[in-house]
C-alpha cells in the first residue's frame, strides 16, 4: 500500500478550502449575473411579419459614358497643304456636314482650271474630228475617198471621244479635290480635342488629324463586370442608369456583353444604350421645359451605376436588410421575436439588394423578426415590441441600405454578387 507523505497532505488540507471559497464565490457571482439579466428592462424593437412577396431581381454596375464603337474617330484632311481657317473648339457640338477647318486651295484650283481647259480641248478635238468622219463618208459615197480612209476617220472621232471622256473625269476628280478644301463632319458629335489649328500642314492622310471627334446621336454606359456578374445578363434587358453628375434617370437597354474576360483583370464588359430620360423623370421634364426642347445629350466620360433588371419571382420570403445579423460571407443570423424574448437564428441569404433580402432557409412564413437593434440582442433576450412602424424598415422600401452598405463592407461585397 502506497503512503503519502505528510507534506503532501498538509499541503492539501490547505487547498481544500480554497477550493470551496471558489465556487461559493462562482456562484454568487452567477446569481448575481443573473440577478442583474432580470433586472435589465427589456429591448424595446420594432418587429415584421415574414411574408412572401415578389422579388425583382436587379444587378447593379458601375462605369463611365463612352460612344459606341467607331464613333470617336480622328477627322483629317483628304488634301495635303496648309490650314488656312480653323472653326471649331474643344466642346462644341457638331451637325453632320458642319465646316471643320479649310485648307489652302491654290494646287486644287489650279488642278480644277487646268482639268476644265484640257476637257475643252478634247471636246474641239472631238468636235473636229466628228466633222472629219462625215467628209470622209461623204467623199466615199461619191467614189472620191477610199475605205481605208473612211476607217481611219472612225478611229480619230472614237480617240476624241475617248479623249473628251478621260478629261470629264480629270475635271469631276479635280472639282471633288477642290470641294475637299473644306474639311466637313461626317456625322454629328461633340469636338473632344483640336489636333491642329490655323497655320498647321496636313498631308492628306489619318496621320495628321485636325480634331476627335466623338458621336453624340448614341451614348453608352461601359461597366465591367465579374464572370458571375456576365452570366446573369443578357442582350435586351432593360436598364436605368444614373450619373454622377446628377440629373434625371436615364432609361436604357443592355446591346452588348464580353464573351471572353480580360486575362489580367478577369473582368468583362457591359455595354448599355443610353434610351433618354426614364418614364416618371421624362414626364417631369416635360412639365419644367418644352415639348419643342431637347434634352442634351450625357456628357461622355461621366461616371455613373446601372441597375439592370434581370427578372422577378413570385412568392420568395424576404425581409428588409436591417434584419440581419453579421456578414453574409461569414454567416447570417436573424433575432426572432418569441413573446418577451428573442431567439437567434442562423439563415441562408439568396438574393439581395439595398432594399430587401432573400431568406432561402431558416425563416417560415409568419415569423416575427425583430429589425432595429439587432447586433445588440442575444439569444433569450428581453425584448418589448415597440408600437408603429419600424422607421424606413419595411419591405421593399426604406433606408435599409445604410444597414445593408455596412455589410457590404465586411464582407467584401458589392451590392449583388
Same mark, same amino acid.
Not at 464565490?25 to 435589465?40: F, L, M, Q, R, T
Not at 445604410?402 to 454578387?417: F, I, L, P, S, V
Given at each position: 500500500?502506497m ?10 488540507g ?8 471558489a ?8 446569481k448575481?449575473?443573473?440577478?442583474d ?12 411579419t415574414a411574408?412572401r412577396?415578389t ?9 463611365r ?11 483629317a ?7 488656312t ?17 479649310t ?6 484650283r489650279?488642278?480644277?482650271?487646268g482639268?476644265g481647259?484640257?476637257?475643252?480641248r478634247?471636246r ?9 468622219l462625215?467628209?470622209?463618208?461623204d ?6 475617198a477610199s ?14 471621244h475617248?479623249?473628251?471622256?478621260a ?6 476628280l ?8 473644306d ?16 497655320g ?6 489619318a496621320?495628321?488629324?485636325i480634331i476627335?471627334l ?13 464572370e ?12 436605368e442608369?444614373?450619373?454622377?453628375t446628377?440629373?434625371a434617370?436615364?432609361a436604357?437597354?443592355v446591346?452588348?456583353?464580353?464573351? %471572353?474576360?480580360?486575362?489580367?483583370t +478577369?473582368? @468583362? ?5 443610353? !434610351?433618354?430620360? =426614364?418614364?416618371? #423623370?421624362? *414626364?417631369?421634364?416635360?412639365?419644367k421645359k418644352g ?8 456628357p ?19 425581409l ?23 431567439e ?11 432594399r430587401?433580402?432573400?431568406?432561402v432557409?431558416?425563416l ?24 408603429g412602424? %419600424?422607421g424606413?424598415?419595411?419591405? +421593399?422600401? @426604406? ?5 445593408? !452598405?455596412?455589410? =457590404?463592407?465586411k #464582407?467584401? *461585397?458589392?451590392?449583388?454578387?
Amino acid at each position: 500500500m502506497m503512503t503519502v507523505p505528510r507534506g503532501a497532505r498538509r499541503s492539501a488540507g490547505r487547498l481544500w478550502p480554497l477550493l470551496i471559497a471558489a465556487a461559493l464565490a462562482s456562484g454568487c457571482h452567477k446569481k448575481a449575473a443573473e440577478a442583474d439579466d432580470e433586472s435589465k428592462p427589456p429591448v424595446e424593437v420594432h418587429c415584421v411579419t415574414a411574408t412572401r412577396a415578389t422579388l425583382e431581381e436587379t444587378l447593379t454596375l458601375r462605369g463611365r459614358t463612352a460612344t459606341p464603337p467607331g464613333g470617336d474617330l480622328p477627322m483629317a484632311s483628304q488634301i495635303a497643304g496648309r490650314i488656312t481657317e480653323s472653326r471649331v473648339h474643344e466642346g462644341d457640338h457638331l451637325a453632320r456636314g458642319a465646316v471643320i477647318a479649310t485648307v489652302y486651295d491654290l494646287a486644287p484650283r489650279a488642278a480644277a482650271t487646268g482639268a476644265g481647259a484640257a476637257l475643252a480641248r478634247a471636246r474641239a478635238a472631238d468636235t473636229a474630228a466628228q466633222s472629219a468622219l462625215v467628209r470622209a463618208r461623204d467623199l466615199a459615197g461619191r467614189g472620191i475617198a477610199s475605205k481605208k480612209d473612211v476607217e481611219d476617220a472612225v478611229a480619230r472621232a472614237e480617240a476624241a471621244h475617248a479623249e473628251v471622256e478621260a478629261e470629264g473625269a480629270a475635271v469631276r476628280l479635280a472639282s471633288g479635290t477642290l470641294g475637299r478644301v473644306d474639311v466637313r463632319s461626317t456625322f454629328d458629335g461633340v469636338v473632344t480635342r483640336v489636333w491642329r489649328g490655323a497655320g498647321a500642314l496636313v498631308d492628306g492622310t489619318a496621320a495628321t488629324p485636325i480634331i476627335q471627334l466623338a458621336a453624340t446621336s448614341s451614348v453608352e454606359l461601359v461597366a465591367d463586370a465579374t464572370e458571375r456578374e456576365l452570366s446573369r445578363v443578357e442582350v435586351g434587358q432593360k436598364a436605368e442608369i444614373t450619373l454622377t453628375t446628377g440629373g434625371a434617370r436615364l432609361a436604357g437597354t443592355v446591346v452588348a456583353r464580353s464573351r %471572353a474576360l480580360d486575362p489580367a483583370t +478577369g473582368l @468583362g464588359l457591359v455595354r448599355v444604350r443610353i !434610351d433618354g430620360p =426614364a418614364r416618371d #423623370d421624362e *414626364k417631369k421634364g416635360d412639365e419644367k421645359k418644352g415639348d419643342d426642347e431637347k434634352a442634351a445629350p450625357p456628357p461622355l466620360g461621366a461616371f455613373g451605376r446601372v441597375m439592370i433588371a434581370l427578372g422577378r419571382r413570385e412568392g420568395v420570403l424576404v425581409l428588409p436588410p436591417s434584419a440581419l445579423r453579421g456578414a453574409v460571407a461569414e454567416g447570417t443570423e436573424i433575432a426572432v421575436c418569441k413573446g418577451e424574448k428573442v431567439e437567434i437564428r442562423p439563415v441562408v441569404v439568396g438574393y439581395r439588394d439595398p432594399r430587401q433580402v432573400e431568406i432561402v432557409e431558416g425563416l417560415k412564413e409568419g415569423d416575427r423578426i425583430a429589425v432595429d437593434h439587432v447586433l445588440g440582442l442575444d439569444d433569450e433576450s428581453k425584448i418589448a415590441e415597440a408600437k408603429g412602424e %419600424a422607421g424606413g424598415d419595411e419591405h +421593399g422600401k @426604406g433606408d435599409g441600405k445604410k444597414g445593408e !452598405d455596412d455589410r =457590404a463592407k465586411k #464582407d467584401g *461585397k458589392g451590392d449583388e454578387k
